[in-house]
């Protein structure tokens, strides 16, 4: 999708890994209880989940190298799924999100099998596309999802515990967050890390060494898909009502701004752009609906001074002060 | 919308063909008008797409694109 | 071991290769020479499943494999290197010659991400095995380098430590020793000869006639995509028609 070379961590060994993980999930436990009032709560949630999304993007776009720009719909989709089954057909919140995300799962992975064959333009014309049909879907289906008005869906209970409250919700996303960063770590440096890593540079090579390409690209997307649709399902239970605009385009720009700001193949780095990207819209609170201009602007000034995305550009100019 | 329309008939026509942009953005102006008088004008965008999907399946460079071969 | 049989691919109107035939035996090493153009690489591509050929068959160990992709025949024991470097930029060197032993290891997603048991400890082993053989061929000392770090002679090395890695039955070099000073050249000699005497049956394309008379046991010549001549070195070497066309450029000095 880009012409710069993304720098890539090397993946730290077992134990070096989990210090610094361990470290972060600790002042992740810790925040909840230091935030002062459900605004600060809210923000926190808000950058939570955009960051695990992130993340799950990242495998797709940084490390495979395939462009989603309709992954949103993903995430809307995720939403909509919970809040419909446990809205209207008063299906309990935690069987309504595993059954919206195993059917999105499902869409995802027969759809990777046919549009994961085109290449750069098409392909991003084709995600974009999937963005498109399901924002109108969801736009068009009154009946079943309140229309562009929206609809409300349930508190999230799980075996009769209902979260309530922004510490609790914090925490949980807090925990996920956690969780998302440890399993794409260990993904990334694993044979079936590396082989989706080889894709992005050279699939033939990849090939011959027998890395089923297809497969792989259709299984990291449909995992991909999953993990953003969960998300969203959680989302809805969290906020209590979801519109249409959750699947749309600019959503989807947002999260791919965040994917290559902070950097591709940089899990910390999908943290720093998703946290980056999520604070903005507070900052810019008073030049409403012209967030899609200002993270175009952040793009292209990213790629023209910092095309490694933020993270490695740090480090970088880091080792360099270093010597 | 606009500026999306355009991206989507360039690449549905084929990226590198003069001919096929043209011919992207007339089959795409008709797939969306055939859409909105015979299905429903609420869906003629996504209808629109799921052609343009529909035929990237079968012409993975768009209908006049070139094809690429990969020099090992 | 390999039968290649009136092997025909055709680009448009254009015969890359044209009605070619020839067998491999099991643990030798053969040359493919001839000039630029004469439809070696597309050669290789046919055999390692990257086109697929218009006409003719080719048959390894029996089976039918023309038309394959080549994960399919990476998984029958063949493996390959290429002419212009494939090595993958977001990996580290070590990590590129992992990869040749994909097909070892459990490849599941989920199994990586919860870090099944069993795992990191196959992975440790198979870090060490690459390193011990990027020092057999030769690159050892970049095992913790990244791959645009290292010189374009250490890259051609670590092409091959990663087709290795594969534990091939047959490999396909295409040429190994391009661009490397006469030094290098004669250290890619070494490991040919080593890796034939390993049992491993060889196919390469090379330019370097010294490289190639040296160790092969059999060579084949293409000229316009069309076999040429076939035969041992010495054979190939007296046969009027490669010296008209190929060998003859070469001893007068070009």
């Known amino acids: 999708m880009t012409t710069a070379e993304p720098l890539t961590q090397q993946p730290s060994r077992g134990r070096s890994r989990t ?32 960051a695990t999304v992130a993340i799950a993007l990242n495998l797709l776009i940084g490390y495979t190298g395939q462009i989603s720009l309709g992954h949103a719909a993903f995430f809307g989709l995720g939403a909509y799924g919970s809040a419909i089954l446990a809205s209207r057909f008063d299906w309990p919140p935690a069987a309504a999100l595993a059954a919206s995300a195993a059917m999105i799962g499902g869409f995802a992975y027969g759809l990777a099998r046919v549009i994961l064959r085109l290449e750069g333009h098409y392909l991003a014309m084709a995600t974009l596309g999937v963005g498109v049909i399901a924002t109108i879907a969801l736009t068009n289906e009154t009946g079943l999802t309140g229309g562009p008005d929206g609809m409300s869906s349930p508190d999230f209970t799980l075996f009769g515990f209902t979260v309530s409250g922004e510490r ?16 794409a770590a260990n993904l990334v440096d694993s044979p079936a890390g590396r082989a989706l890593r080889a894709l992005r540079g050279s699939e033939t090579a990849a090939r011959t060494l027998g890395v089923d390409a297809a497969s ?28 249409p605009s959750l699947a749309a385009f600019p959503k989807s720009i947002e999260l791919v701004t965040m994917v290559v700001v902070g950097s591709m193949a940089s899990i910390w780095g999908s943290l720093v752009g998703a946290a980056l990207l999520s604070l903005l819209p507070e900052l810019l609170a008073r030049y409403e609906g012209s967030e899609t201009i200002v993270f175009g602007l952040i793009l292209l000034a990213t790629m023209i001074l910092l095309p490694r995305g933020i993270v490695p550009t740090l480090a970088a100019s880091i080792a360099r002060r270093r010597r | 919308m606009l500026g999306l329309k355009g991206f989507v008939a360039a690449t549905l026509g084929g990226l590198g063909s003069g001919v096929g942009a043209v011919a992207g953005g007339i089959a795409l102006g008709l797939m969306e008008s055939l859409t909105a008088g015979y299905v429903s004008s609420a869906y003629k965008d996504a209808a629109a797409f799921v052609v343009v999907l529909l035929i990237l399946v079968v012409r993975p460079r768009g209908m006049f694109g070139a094809a690429t071969a990969t020099r090992v | 071991m390999l039968k290649v049989e009136n092997l025909t691919k055709r680009f448009g109107g254009v015969a890359a290769v044209s009605e070619v035939s020839f067998a491999v035996g099991e643990g030798a090493v053969h040359a493919v020479i001839g000039p630029n153009g004469a439809g070696k690489t597309t050669l290789f591509n046919l055999i390692t499943g990257i086109y697929r050929p218009t006409a003719g068959s080719i048959t390894l160990d029996g089976a039918e494999v023309a038309g394959l992709p ?15 470097l494939q090595l993958a930029t977001g990996l580290s060197a070590i990590e590129n010659v992992m990869l040749g032993a994909h097909l070892k290891l459990n490849s599941g997603l989920l199994a990586a991400m919860t870090r099944w048991p069993g795992l990191t400890a196959r992975d440790r082993r198979l870090r060490e095995e690459a390193a011990e053989l990027m020092a057999f061929v030769g690159c050892g000392a970049y095992v913790g380098a990244q ?17 290795i890695a594969a534990e091939p039955k047959l490999l396909f070099l295409d040429e190994p020793a391009a661009g490397l000073n006469p030094t290098e050249t004669r250290e890619i ?16 394309v090379e330019h370097d006639m010294k490289l190639v008379m040296n160790v092969s046991d059999h060579i084949l010549v293409l000229d316009y995509g069309r076999k040429l001549a076939e035969g041992t070195p010495e054979e190939v070497r007296r046969d009027p028609k490669v010296i008209a066309a190929y060998l003859g450029a070469e001893a007068s000095g070009a």
């Open chain 1, 19 to 50: 210090a610094p993980l361990l470290v972060f999930a600790l002042a992740l436990a810790a925040l909840p209880l230091v935030l002062p009032n459900a605004y600060y709560a809210d923000v926190a949630i808000r950058v939570a989940i955009n």
């Open chain 3, 189 to 204: 000699d070494d490991l040919i000869v080593e890796l034939a005497g390993r049992g491993i049956t060889i196919v390469l």
């Open chain 3, 147 to 163: 791959t645009r770090e290292m010189p374009y002679g250490a890259l051609k090395r670590l092409e091959i430590a990663r087709a």
């Open chain 1, 216 to 243: 792989f690209k259709a299984r990291v997307f449909t995992l991909s898909a999953i993990a953003t649709a969960a998300m969203g399902s959680l989302y809805a239970h969290y906020v209590g009502f979801i519109t």
């Open chain 3, 70 to 84: 080549p994960e399919a025949l990476a998984r029958r024991g063949v493996s390959r290197t290429f002419q212009n």
């Open chain 1, 168 to 183: 609790q919700w914090c925490w949980l996303f807090m925990a996920i967050l956690v969780a998302a960063l440890w399993l």
